[in-house]
C-alpha cells in the first residue's frame, strides 16, 4: 500500500488529525488577545452578553439586549442557536476554572467547531467531484482562505462561522450521489443556516435552484427533490417554533419569521409536487417548474410588499448617516486594490477551475450539470464583492471546490517532468498561485501609502478596546453611557456601564441618536442627553467611526469635545495619561 492509498484509506483519521492541529495552531496564535479577552468585533461582544443574559435567566424567546438603550433595550434579530455551543462550554468549564476562565475557553472552542463541519463537508464534496484523495488539497486551500478561516478563528463568536459551515454542508449535499440522502442534507442545512440568519439566502436559494435544475435534466432526480423540499419545510418549521424570537413572530423581513417560513415552506411544497409530478418529457418539466418559480416569486410579491425592499427596512436618513458608511456593506474596490487582490485571488482561481471542470466534461452532461450547480453560487458570491466586501468569506468558501480542481489538474502533468526541479518547484508555485498566496505576498513588496487620519484609526481601533484600556473607565461609578455605535457593545461587555446603541439596524432611532448627537450642535446633544438620562459622554479620538464625525460635522459635538471646548453641563473625568479615552461627566 502506497502512500496515496493510505491517505484514502484513513482519510477521516487523516482529516480529524489535519482539524486538531489547526485548532491547536490557531489557539497558539492568538493567545495574547485569548488572554485579553479580545472580541474585537461588536457582533462578538453582543453575542457573549446574549448568552450571559441565557444563562443569568433570561426568557429563551426574548432577545433584546436590555445593556443598550436601558430599559427598553435594543432588538437584535438573530436566534439562540449560535448560543448554545459558547453556554454549554461555558456551563461545562465553570466548575473547574471559574466563570471568567470558562468565558475565555469557550470564546477559544467555540468558533473551532464549525471550522471542523466545514472542513468535514469540503473534503467530501472534492472527494465526491474530482478524486477521493483531493481532499488534502482542499483542506489545504480552507486553511489559506484567509476571509472565511477568519470566521472560525478563536474569539469569532458570531453566526458567521456556523453559517458558513452549513453552507458547505449544503454544498456537499448537492453533490452526494445518493439522491434521497443529498436532499434531505441540502434541506436541513438550508434550514439550520436561515434559522440563524439571512445572509446566506441567496447562495442557498441558488442551490435549491441547482436541485432543481438537476430534477430537470434526469426525473430519476426526483428523490433529492422532494427530500429537500420536505426537509427545508420540515427545518424551517421547526427552526421557526424553536429559535424564533418574540421580535421575530412579528412579519419582519430580516430573519426566519413569518415572512420567510411561509416562503420556505410553500417552496419545500412545490418541490415535493413537482418530484410527485416528474413529467416524462423534460419540456413539461421545464414549464412546471417555471409556473412553480412563477408562483413563488408572486406569493412573495402579494403576500409581504413591504419586503420588496432592502430587507433591514431602514430609513433613508439612517442608510445616509450610517450604514452606507459601514465598511463591509461597501463594495470591494473601495478598500484599496492590496485587499481587493488577498480576497478575490481564490475566488478567481476557483472559477477558472470551474469553467475548466465544466468544459473538460461539455459532452458529460450530467457532469456539467453538476459542476454548473457548484459553481454557480460561486459566481454569485463573487459578483457580490462588487456591492458588498462582506460576500468574502462566502466567496472564498465557495470557490475551493473549483480552485482544487484547478490544482488538480495542472499538478499530474508537472509530475510527469523528467525535471525534478520542474516536479518540485512547479508544483510549490501552483499551489500558491490557486491558493492566493502569490498573489497575497506580491502585495507585501509594493508600497502601500497611508493618510495620517488611517494611521491613527487603526491605532484608535487596536487600542480602545483593550481590557487595559477600558479598566479605568470600568472603574468609575455605574451609569448610561453615550459613546461611539461601534464601542456600545465593547462597552457593556467587559464593564459595568450600559451604552445608547450597538450597530444593529432594528434600532434606529437609537443609533440615529448617537450619529447626530456627536455630529450636530452641543446644544443638540445636550437635548438627547438630557431625554435619556445620560451619566457619562466617552469618546476615542481617532476611532474609525470618529473620522465621519471629523468629515462631516467638523464644528460638532464631536470636535468640540476633541478641542477640549467644554460645556458648562460636562466635567472632564480623570483618567490615566496613556488612556486613550476622553470621559466626560454629566453635571447640568
Same mark, same amino acid.
Given at each position: 500500500?502506497?502512500?496515496?492509498?493510505?491517505?484514502?484509506?484513513?482519510?477521516?483519521?487523516?482529516?480529524?488529525?489535519?482539524?486538531?492541529?489547526?485548532?491547536?495552531?490557531?489557539?497558539?496564535?492568538?493567545?495574547?488577545?485569548?488572554?485579553? %479577552?479580545?472580541?474585537?468585533?461588536?457582533?462578538?461582544?453582543?453575542?457573549?452578553?446574549?448568552? #450571559?443574559?441565557?444563562?443569568?435567566?433570561?426568557?429563551?424567546?426574548?432577545?433584546?439586549?436590555?445593556?443598550?438603550?436601558?430599559?427598553?433595550?435594543?432588538?437584535?434579530?438573530?436566534?439562540?442557536?449560535?448560543?448554545?455551543?459558547?453556554?454549554?462550554?461555558?456551563?461545562?468549564?465553570?466548575?473547574?476554572?471559574?466563570?471568567?476562565?470558562?468565558?475565555?475557553?469557550?470564546?477559544?472552542?467555540?468558533?473551532?467547531?464549525?471550522?471542523?463541519?466545514?472542513?468535514?463537508?469540503?473534503?467530501?464534496?472534492?472527494? *465526491?467531484?474530482?478524486?477521493?484523495?483531493?481532499?488534502?488539497?482542499?483542506?489545504?486551500?480552507?486553511?489559506?482562505?484567509?476571509?472565511?478561516?477568519?470566521?472560525?478563528?478563536?474569539?469569532?463568536?458570531?453566526?458567521?462561522?456556523?453559517?458558513?459551515?452549513?453552507?458547505?454542508?449544503?454544498?456537499?449535499?448537492?453533490?452526494?450521489?445518493?439522491?434521497? #440522502?443529498?436532499?434531505?442534507?441540502?434541506?436541513?442545512?438550508?434550514? +439550520?443556516?436561515?434559522?440563524?440568519?439571512?445572509?446566506?439566502?441567496? !447562495?442557498?436559494?441558488?442551490?435549491?435552484?441547482?436541485?432543481?435544475?438537476?430534477?430537470?435534466?434526469?426525473?430519476?432526480?426526483? #428523490?433529492?427533490?422532494?427530500?429537500?423540499?420536505?426537509?427545508?419545510?420540515?427545518?424551517?418549521?421547526?427552526? +421557526?417554533?424553536? %429559535?424564533?424570537? !418574540?421580535?421575530?413572530?412579528?412579519?419582519?423581513?430580516?430573519?426566519?419569521?413569518?415572512?420567510?417560513?411561509?416562503?420556505?415552506?410553500?417552496?419545500?411544497?412545490?418541490?415535493?409536487?413537482?418530484?410527485?409530478?416528474?413529467?416524462?418529457?423534460?419540456?413539461?418539466?421545464?414549464?412546471?417548474?417555471?409556473?412553480?418559480?412563477?408562483?413563488?416569486?408572486?406569493? !412573495?410579491?402579494?403576500?409581504?410588499?413591504?419586503?420588496?425592499?432592502?430587507?433591514?427596512?431602514?430609513?433613508?436618513?439612517?442608510?445616509?448617516?450610517?450604514?452606507?458608511?459601514? *465598511?463591509?456593506?461597501?463594495?470591494?474596490?473601495?478598500?484599496?486594490?492590496?485587499?481587493?487582490?488577498?480576497?478575490?485571488?481564490?475566488?478567481?482561481?476557483?472559477? &477558472?477551475?470551474?469553467?475548466?471542470?465544466?468544459? *473538460?466534461? #461539455?459532452?458529460?452532461?450530467?457532469?456539467?450539470?453538476?459542476?454548473?450547480?457548484?459553481?454557480?453560487?460561486?459566481?454569485?458570491?463573487?459578483?457580490?464583492?462588487?456591492?458588498?466586501?462582506?460576500?468574502?468569506?462566502?466567496?472564498?468558501?465557495?470557490?475551493?471546490?473549483?480552485?482544487?480542481?484547478?490544482?488538480?489538474?495542472?499538478?499530474?502533468?508537472?509530475?510527469?517532468?523528467?525535471?525534478?526541479?520542474?516536479?518540485?518547484?512547479?508544483?510549490?508555485?501552483? +499551489?500558491?498561485?490557486?491558493?492566493? &498566496?502569490?498573489?497575497?505576498?506580491?502585495?507585501? %513588496? &509594493?508600497?502601500?501609502?497611508?493618510?495620517?487620519?488611517?494611521?491613527?484609526?487603526?491605532?484608535?481601533?487596536?487600542?480602545?478596546?483593550?481590557?487595559?484600556?477600558?479598566?479605568?473607565?470600568?472603574?468609575?461609578?455605574?451609569?448610561?453611557?453615550?459613546? %461611539?455605535?461601534?464601542?456600545?457593545?465593547?462597552?457593556?461587555?467587559?464593564?459595568?456601564?450600559?451604552?445608547?446603541?450597538?450597530?444593529?439596524?432594528?434600532?434606529?432611532?437609537?443609533?440615529?441618536?448617537?450619529?447626530?448627537?456627536?455630529?450636530?450642535?452641543?446644544?443638540?446633544?445636550?437635548?438627547?442627553?438630557?431625554?435619556?438620562?445620560?451619566?457619562?459622554?466617552?469618546?476615542?479620538?481617532?476611532?474609525?467611526?470618529?473620522?465621519?464625525?471629523?468629515?462631516?460635522?467638523?464644528?460638532? +459635538?464631536?470636535?468640540?469635545?476633541?478641542?477640549?471646548?467644554?460645556?458648562?453641563?460636562?466635567?472632564?473625568?480623570?483618567?490615566?495619561?496613556?488612556?486613550?479615552? *476622553?470621559? !466626560?461627566?454629566?453635571?447640568?
Amino acid at each position: 500500500m502506497n502512500a496515496l492509498d493510505r491517505l484514502e484509506k484513513h482519510w477521516r483519521w487523516w482529516l480529524l488529525l489535519v482539524w486538531l492541529v489547526t485548532c491547536g495552531l490557531l489557539i497558539f496564535s492568538r493567545w495574547g488577545q485569548i488572554r485579553g %479577552f479580545g472580541l474585537s468585533d461588536t457582533d462578538d461582544n453582543i453575542r457573549m452578553m446574549q448568552v #450571559r443574559a441565557l444563562l443569568g435567566g433570561q426568557d429563551w424567546y426574548d432577545l433584546r439586549q436590555y445593556r443598550l438603550n436601558p430599559p427598553y433595550g435594543a432588538d437584535i434579530h438573530w436566534s439562540r442557536i449560535v448560543d448554545l455551543p459558547i453556554a454549554g462550554i461555558k456551563l461545562a468549564l465553570a466548575p473547574l476554572l471559574g466563570g471568567a476562565a470558562a468565558e475565555r475557553w469557550a470564546v477559544t472552542v467555540a468558533p473551532l467547531l464549525p471550522l471542523g463541519v466545514a472542513m468535514a463537508a469540503v473534503a467530501v464534496t472534492v472527494r *465526491r467531484l474530482i478524486a477521493p484523495h483531493a481532499y488534502g488539497l482542499a483542506m489545504a486551500l480552507l486553511l489559506c482562505a484567509h476571509s472565511a478561516r477568519g470566521m472560525w478563528s478563536p474569539l469569532r463568536i458570531d453566526h458567521h462561522g456556523w453559517q458558513l459551515a452549513a453552507l458547505s454542508v449544503a454544498v456537499m449535499g448537492l453533490a452526494d450521489p445518493k439522491r434521497a #440522502r443529498g436532499g434531505i442534507i441540502l434541506g436541513l442545512a438550508t434550514a +439550520f443556516s436561515l434559522a440563524i440568519g439571512l445572509e446566506m439566502l441567496l !447562495y442557498l436559494g441558488l442551490l435549491g435552484a441547482a436541485a432543481g435544475l438537476l430534477w430537470l435534466r434526469d426525473r430519476d432526480e426526483a #428523490r433529492r427533490l422532494a427530500t429537500y423540499g420536505l426537509s427545508l419545510a420540515g427545518g424551517c418549521g421547526v427552526g +421557526f417554533l424553536v %429559535f424564533a424570537s !418574540y421580535a421575530n413572530r412579528a412579519p419582519v423581513c430580516d430573519a426566519l419569521s413569518p415572512v420567510w417560513l411561509s416562503v420556505m415552506v410553500l417552496a419545500g411544497a412545490l418541490c415535493v409536487a413537482l418530484a410527485l409530478a416528474s413529467p416524462q418529457r423534460w419540456p413539461l418539466r421545464l414549464g412546471l417548474a417555471a409556473l412553480a418559480g412563477a408562483t413563488l416569486a408572486a406569493f !412573495y410579491a402579494l403576500a409581504w410588499p413591504h419586503c420588496l425592499q432592502r430587507l433591514e427596512g431602514v430609513s433613508p436618513e439612517l442608510a445616509a448617516m450610517w450604514l452606507d458608511n459601514v *465598511r463591509e456593506a461597501r463594495p470591494l474596490y473601495t478598500h484599496g486594490w492590496q485587499i481587493g487582490i488577498t480576497v478575490v485571488a481564490m475566488p478567481v482561481a476557483g472559477l &477558472i477551475g470551474y469553467g475548466l471542470m465544466i468544459w *473538460r466534461n #461539455r459532452r458529460d452532461p450530467a457532469k456539467v450539470v453538476a459542476w454548473s450547480s457548484v459553481a454557480a453560487p460561486a459566481l454569485l458570491a463573487a459578483l457580490l464583492l462588487l456591492w458588498q466586501s462582506r460576500a468574502g468569506p462566502a466567496a472564498q468558501l465557495l470557490s475551493i471546490p473549483g480552485a482544487t480542481a484547478l490544482g488538480w489538474l495542472i499538478v499530474p502533468s508537472l509530475g510527469t517532468s523528467r525535471w525534478m526541479l520542474l516536479r518540485v518547484v512547479g508544483t510549490v508555485a501552483v +499551489f500558491l498561485l490557486v491558493s492566493g &498566496i502569490l498573489p497575497q505576498e506580491a502585495t507585501r %513588496f &509594493i508600497p502601500k501609502p497611508q493618510s495620517k487620519v488611517s494611521a491613527i484609526a487603526n491605532k484608535a481601533n487596536g487600542s480602545c478596546p483593550t481590557l487595559a484600556a477600558l479598566r479605568p473607565i470600568a472603574q468609575q461609578p455605574k451609569g448610561y453611557v453615550l459613546t %461611539f455605535v461601534d464601542l456600545g457593545p465593547r462597552l457593556i461587555t467587559v464593564t459595568h456601564h450600559d451604552a445608547v446603541a450597538g450597530p444593529y439596524h432594528r434600532n434606529g432611532a437609537d443609533i440615529l441618536d448617537v450619529m447626530k448627537s456627536f455630529r450636530g450642535t452641543v446644544d443638540h446633544a445636550h437635548g438627547v442627553i438630557a431625554r435619556r438620562k445620560i451619566t457619562y459622554v466617552l469618546i476615542c479620538p481617532g476611532m474609525a467611526e470618529s473620522t465621519v464625525y471629523a468629515a462631516y460635522a467638523k464644528n460638532g +459635538f464631536y470636535m468640540q469635545l476633541v478641542r477640549n471646548k467644554l460645556p458648562a453641563w460636562l466635567e472632564r473625568v480623570p483618567l490615566p495619561k496613556d488612556s486613550p479615552y *476622553r470621559m !466626560y461627566r454629566v453635571i447640568g
